[in-house]
């Protein structure tokens, strides 16, 4: 049974980092895509960046230059690095798996529950 | 980058059929998926490239794509089928994931 279990969140101050996980079980992180996903409060799903198998990464343009994806095999852990961060990106985070036949893995079929990260003064 | 349309709600009652929209640039070259949210839960996918049902949905749902729509299909709504609806795609021009805004779907 596939399990993505995310940590990490909290109130942060704008112009502050944190990093988010993403514990899974069940699959290999490293083998597979991965995207970590938003939700503002009351809002809709955000796509925020993902890593392939292949190390190769992608960035939502909201977040491009302040977030970074990152992994480790031994941990079986996917992570979120964001910096400077703002009122805007409050929200949900979860991390998602990228599932499909084809080998661009173009859905999402298992998710976690989500991490919240507000950042307020 | 790509835009997603849907409306922000659609009602129906109990038993009738549901057309939840998602409007695109010529949608119909792309696959879109589909996927439910209930208040609190994560999302789960329903609809995956177009018309394929993941394990576990209902029969009842159901999915199109032609031109610029794309069309999630719920027949016999039950009570339970209340949530937020999400249509998404992959755009290949920025190895990028697309979600439309959401549809609020409330059974009468």
């Known amino acids: 049974e596939v399990q993505l279990v995310e940590s990490g969140g909290g109130l942060i101050q704008p112009g502050g980092s944190l990093r988010l996980s993403c514990a899974a079980s069940?699959?290999?992180?490293?083998?597979?895509?991965m995207s970590w996903v938003r939700q503002a409060p009351g809002k809709g799903l955000e796509w925020v960046s993902i890593v392939y198998s292949g190390g190769s990464t992608y960035y939502a343009d909201s977040v491009k230059g302040r977030f970074t994806v990152s992994r480790d095999n031994s941990k079986n852990t996917l992570f979120l690095q964001m910096n400077s961060l703002r009122p805007e990106d409050t929200a949900v985070y979860y991390c998602a798996r990228g599932g499909g036949p084809y080998g661009d893995y173009p859905y999402f079929d298992f998710w976690g529950q989500g991490t919240l990260v507000t950042v307020s003064s | 980058s790509y835009v997603l349309t849907q409306p922000p709600s659609v009602s129906v009652a109990p038993g009738k059929t549901a057309r939840i929209t998602c409007g695109g640039n010529?949608?119909?070259?792309?696959?879109v998926h589909w996927y439910q949210q209930k208040p609190g839960q994560a999302p789960v996918l329903v609809m995956y490239?177009?018309?394929d049902r993941p394990s576990g949905i209902p029969e009842r749902f159901s999915g199109s794509n032609s031109g610029n729509t794309a069309t999630l299909t719920i027949s016999r709504v039950e009570a339970g089928d209340e949530a937020d609806y999400y249509c998404?795609?992959?755009?290949?021009?920025?190895?990028?994931?697309?979600f439309g805004g959401g549809t609020k779907l409330t059974v009468l």
């Open positions: 490239y177009d018309t």
């Open positions: 069940g699959l290999t992180v490293t083998s597979n895509y």
């Open positions: 010529n949608i119909g070259s792309k696959n």
């Open positions: 998404q795609v992959f755009d290949s021009s920025s190895d990028g994931r697309v």
